[in-house]
């Protein structure tokens, strides 16, 4: 009986040290691949171009003719 009170006494007072261990790792891999999401969204869109630009230079004519 003291043996497991003993044991859940240690979970307790190390949850803090158990979650910086588990949590760093974690946000690091995060940040990495955030970072490899948006340079292959970079790359794809230099690659594939979808008209965007078309689209912003027809809204741009369209909003001087109102003015």
């Given at each position: 009986m003291?043996?497991?009170l003993t044991v859940?006494?240690?979970v307790f007072?190390?949850?803090g040290c158990i979650t910086k261990i588990v949590t760093v790792p974690v946000k690091?891999?995060?940040g990495v691949t955030k970072g490899v999401v948006k340079g292959t969204a970079a790359v794809v869109?230099?690659?594939i171009p979808d008209?965007?630009?078309d689209k912003?230079?027809?809204k741009?004519?369209?909003d001087k003719d109102q003015e």
């Open positions: 003291i043996k497991v859940l006494a240690c007072m190390l949850q690091a891999a995060y869109d230099a690659v008209g965007d630009d912003d230079k027809n741009e004519d369209k």
